[in-house]
């Protein structure tokens, strides 16, 4: 799948351990927790490897436990 943003395309699917994931399936995922306003999550790598890093947006009164 692709996403269109800010006008660009950006690829959503990212391999992950021999796995295919798809970053806007992870965001909906976190979205439908409650307390959860808005999640955008990226494809990360460093020395130790590769991953994805969530970031979440809490609404009001929200609780990240």
């Known amino acids: 799948p ?3 943003r800010n006008g660009r395309l950006l690829e959503t699917l990212e391999r992950q351990s021999g796995y295919r ?8 995922a976190l979205c439908a927790l409650p307390g959860v ?12 490897g590769r991953g994805l890093a969530a970031h979440v947006a809490l609404k009001p009164g929200g609780r990240a436990d």
């Open 2 to 4: 692709i996403d269109r």
């Open 21 to 28: 994931v798809d970053l806007k399936e992870v965001e909906a």
């Open 37 to 48: 306003a808005q999640a955008a999550v990226t494809a990360v790598s460093d020395e130790s």
